[in-house]
């Protein structure tokens, strides 16, 4: 008997909870979209995904910086780090120039981040990647040749 | 509701190293099974990782995040306390939240 009632009052306390989180915003999913449109992801090739995300060529800059290894081993976890020292960094975009869909992952930064984030990217060949910064409402990129390793003997 | 992330909020300084593992299978859609049929593609689409109310980072992801996905960032001005959620939303509309406090 009071088994049971311990469970409801467990069970209406939970719920008060969730309809308080939806109540103040916090897990409402159409906040919890990205800023940029899903097309972006659709495209086939970079120039496709600077278009969808209305970027004119971007200004190859050495205050982006790609940490990331030269040989991967395994392409299905390839650690990659982005870091931008550019002043009123906006926004950080990678892009894998030889996969389906180039653009990997795509990162607004409100002014309480630093420009500097690590992810770990499937590949599937050998490529360059291209790390897009929005600094200044102005763009910024840099990139990398990381070679993916098949069959793990070396090379 | 997906799997629990692992959420590690560090004070180094004046800021804050935010490391997060997620447990997904981010499927891509490419890949076939043993009947030679395509899996669907499953992945997060988006991350949300906000700081004592604050949203600091909104992530868009596609298909080519890894599997289990790992993001580590860097936030400015936290305290030692301040609560950090994060949210994901996969392409099913599924949805999970985590929270931690700064260390």
């Given amino acids: ?155 | 509701m997906g799997n629990p992330m692992k959420i590690r909020a560090t004070l180094n300084g004046d800021t804050t190293d935010i490391k997060i593992l997620m447990r997904h299978d981010m499927e891509t859609g490419q890949r076939k099974d043993a009947a030679g049929a395509l899996v669907p593609a499953w992945y997060i689409q988006s991350v949300v990782v906000s700081v004592a109310g604050k949203t600091v980072i909104n992530a868009g992801w596609g298909q080519a995040v890894s599997k289990d996905p790992y993001l580590a960032l860097k936030v400015k001005g936290a305290n030692k306390g301040d609560p950090v959620s994060v949210t994901w939303t996969d392409n099913k509309n599924d949805t999970r939240t985590d929270e931690t406090t700064i260390a």
């Fill in chain 1, 1 to 155: 008997m009071n088994k049971d009632r311990r469970k409801v009052l467990k069970a209406g306390a939970g719920l008060g909870l969730l309809s308080a989180l939806m109540a103040v915003g916090m897990i409402s999913p159409q906040q919890a979209q990205a800023a940029i449109g899903r097309g972006a992801f659709d495209a086939k090739t970079i120039d496709d995904v600077y278009k969808a995300l209305g970027v004119a060529a971007p200004t190859a800059s050495d205050q982006v910086v790609i940490n990331a290894s030269d040989i991967a081993e395994n392409g299905a976890v390839v650690p990659i780090g982005i870091r931008s020292n550019l002043p009123n960094t906006q926004a950080i975009a990678l892009l894998v120039e030889r996969n389906p869909n180039p653009l990997a992952a795509h990162y607004d930064l409100t002014d309480m981040a630093v420009a500097d984030i690590t992810m770990r990217v499937k590949m599937g060949q050998t490529s360059n990647v291209v790390a897009l910064v929005m600094a200044d409402g102005k763009f910024f990129s840099a990139t990398k040749e990381i070679k993916i390793t098949l069959g793990g003997c070396g090379g």
